[in-house]
């Protein structure tokens, strides 16, 4: 006789690793669009025993912290080659950083776990391209200005009070953002945002005092070469309107370099450069169609000194 073991929703898993999941979707065909209240047809993991394996191979916490954005496209366990267990993965909101930690209280408890109480060493923060939260920052960069007659209004001014929070520049970096894609720029203002807010949340974080009990700031661990952190732009790239097999802008990771001010290809790329883990792009298995960007770093470079500010 198996044994099963209550999942996710209430669906029953065979402890067996290799038997399949025993889910399934109550709905006919014919059902309305109404959600049954229990979670059936979730898939729960197929491999528990295996899952709890792998889990207790690494006695030791992780060294590795991931602040990532909610969006559902981002997968940092796969995008880092991560096993399970091997870095703390924090979601939120664009993946930023607001300037006043102790403000978002769920937040900060997390880091204080992370970097505080379990002392990670490698601290990445990764934005990317086609997201909610720039894209709310750049439509709507002063608080009220979202339509009160704006279907989801609510929802809108909830985000934008939140990237307000991360950046006091975002009016001024919406306008330039706008001028530049107006101007013919291959990013839209909205990834500029993105990549943008990711240097605000970058200097953000170097400023909070989240190590040794919270007396030293991360800044100052990186300078006792106890933290690294990397600031890292995740572009998705974008299709062909003609042929969705290819692209008009490749996608890559890019990184920030903080003495230059500048992006690049992240060089990281299927290179373990720290403790087992590599970074993993699947940049080389989609094909670029004629003329697309293959590397969208120089765009990326905003020289605010070379730009005129009309009013
Ligand atoms: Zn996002």
Redesign the pocket.
Do not use: K, Q, R, S
């Given at each position: 006789m198996e044994n099963y073991v209550a999942s996710a929703g209430g669906i029953m898993v065979p402890t067996d690793g290799n038997a399949k999941v025993q889910a399934h979707n109550s709905c006919s065909p014919d059902s309305d669009d109404s959600l049954s209240p229990r979670h059936t047809g979730i898939i729960a993991h197929a491999d528990l025993s295996g899952l709890m394996a792998k889990l207790a191979e690494n006695h030791t916490p992780p060294k590795i912290l991931v602040l990532t954005?909610?969006?559902y496209r981002?997968s940092a366990s796969d995008f880092f080659n991560l096993p399970p267990g091997k870095a703390f993965i924090q979601k939120q909101?664009?993946?930023f950083l607001t300037r006043n930690l102790s403000a978002a209280a769920a937040f900060h408890a997390s880091l204080a776990v992370a970097a505080g109480i379990k002392e990670v060493q490698d601290i990445f923060i990764m934005t990317?391209s086609d997201?909610?939260?720039?894209k709310i920052a750049v439509q709507f960069p002063k608080e009220g200005m979202v339509p009160q007659d704006m279907a989801k209004n609510a929802d809108i001014e909830t985000i934008q009070r939140y990237v307000l929070q991360v950046s006091d520049k975002i009016p001024w970096l919406s306008r330039i953002f706008y001028q530049m894609q107006n101007g013919g720029h291959p990013l839209p203002a909205e990834d500029l945002m993105a990549a943008h807010l990711g240097i605000e949340s970058y200097k953000n974080l170097m400023g909070i005092k989240l190590f040794h009990n919270q007396t030293r700031t991360t800044s100052e661990m990186v300078d006792m070469g106890q933290v690294r952190v990397s600031l890292l732009h995740l572009d998705l790239g974008k299709k062909s309107k003609t042929n969705p097999d290819l692209y008009e802008r490749m996608p890559a990771l890019y990184e920030y370099d903080p003495i230059t001010g500048q992006f690049f290809i992240s060089r990281r790329c299927n290179v373990s450069d720290f403790d087992g883990v590599g970074l993993n792009c699947g940049y080389h298995e989609i094909t670029p169609m004629d003329g697309a960007i293959t590397d969208a770093s120089e765009h990326l470079q905003i020289k605010y000194s070379d730009i005129l500010l009309a009013p």
């Open positions: 954005c909610t969006d981002i909101v664009g993946g990317h997201c909610a939260a720039a």
